[in-house]
């Protein structure tokens, strides 16, 4: 069953359209994550579904039901935001055993299930300390707590890790998806920290100018974007234009420097179209003296430099055309005894060439 259906769903403030008809449908306990740069109409669309933001046009379904004119309250959803909007004077019990409290549960009731919420937050020694009292990850706790402690079907957070340093984030992050894991209940989670969505979502839903640019998986997103900017978004990327010369049993494509790469044949795609093919910097590897790559794609290049970045290595290239490649290499011992402006050959498989756009066929 889906847990979340939007249908058309638009918001202009006046002739401003901040979000652009869209269309989305969330299953039941999937994990989905608004993600795009600042402006893209997240924290909109997120409360749209909340009930905050009245849509201009379109419809909300929750659980099958048409939530549209519901209001916030009736929604059976609940929301973490990033600064944690805690009530200060309130224990952090009574801010756990709030929603409960306006639900009309029994005392007895409540006392079990904050207890249990306190429990799933590693937060059982805290329940008495006022928020002030806690650090900004224990606060964060606290309203995760709050925010799963009547079992809602839907939960909705808006960028809940963005005043959290890496370390606490990254621990939060894994918390997160742990109970996601453990509930099964549905989430939907705004950031726009493509490593943060690609870590915790299920499926990724890219958001630019307030329009879905690309909604799938965190691999397929990184491994088959369909444009430009969800290549560049999700991840480093090396991107070549140039058009198509040919395209039976593989594709062949003439770069704007007169050299010529190939992809996986594409079906959609005809001779003297342009075309832009993304190589990821991973994918690429550089060729010694003498060495020969057969099959593969083979771009002459010269060197510009190296940063060292712990796990990999990242070398700087230029093609004859100036345009700058990035490699990137496990291994640091990769080093060049040449120095800039060396001549280099750079390799990568024709698999490894991903057609922007395309449908392979
Ligand atoms: N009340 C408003 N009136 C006019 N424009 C708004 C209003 N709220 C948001 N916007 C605009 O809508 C766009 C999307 O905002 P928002 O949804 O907050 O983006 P995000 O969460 O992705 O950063 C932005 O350009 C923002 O300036
Ligand atoms: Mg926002």
Known sequence: MSSLRLLGISKSYGLLEVVSPTDLTVSQGEFITLLGPSGSGKTTLLQIIAGIIEPTNGTIEIGGVDATRLHSRDRQLAMVFQNYALVPHMSVFDNIAFPLKIRRHSAAEIQDK????????????????????????????????????????????????????????????????KLHRELGVTIIYVTHDQQEAMAMSDRVVLMQQGRIEQAATPA??????????????????????????????????????????????????????D??????????????????????????????????LGAVTRHHFKTRSGQEIRMNSTSSALDFSSGPGAAATVAWKLEQSVVLGGSSG
């Open 114 to 177: 904050v207890k249990k919420a306190l429990s799933s937050v590693r937060l059982d020694q805290f329940a008495d300390r006022k928020p002030r009292q806690l650090s900004g990850g224990q606060q964060q706790r606290v309203a995760i707590a709050r925010a799963l402690v009547y079992n809602p079907s839907l939960v909705l957070m808006d960028e809940p890790l963005g005043a959290l340093d890496k370390n606490l984030r990254d621990q939060l992050q894994e918390e997160i998806s």
């Open 220 to 273: 397929e997103l990184y491994h088959r974007p369909q444009t430009a900017f969800a290549a560049r978004f999700l991840g480093e990327s090396n991107l070549f234009c140039g058009t198509v010369l040919g395209n039976q049993g593989e594709l062949s494509v003439r770069l704007e420097s007169g050299e010529v790469i190939r992809a996986p044949s594409t079906s959609n795609l005809s001779v003297g179209q």
């Open 275 to 308: 075309v832009t093919i993304l190589v990821r910097p991973e994918q690429m590897q550089l060729l010694s003296e003498g060495e020969s790559a057969a099959g593969a794609n083979i771009i002459e290049v010269s060197r510009e430099g190296q940063t060292f």
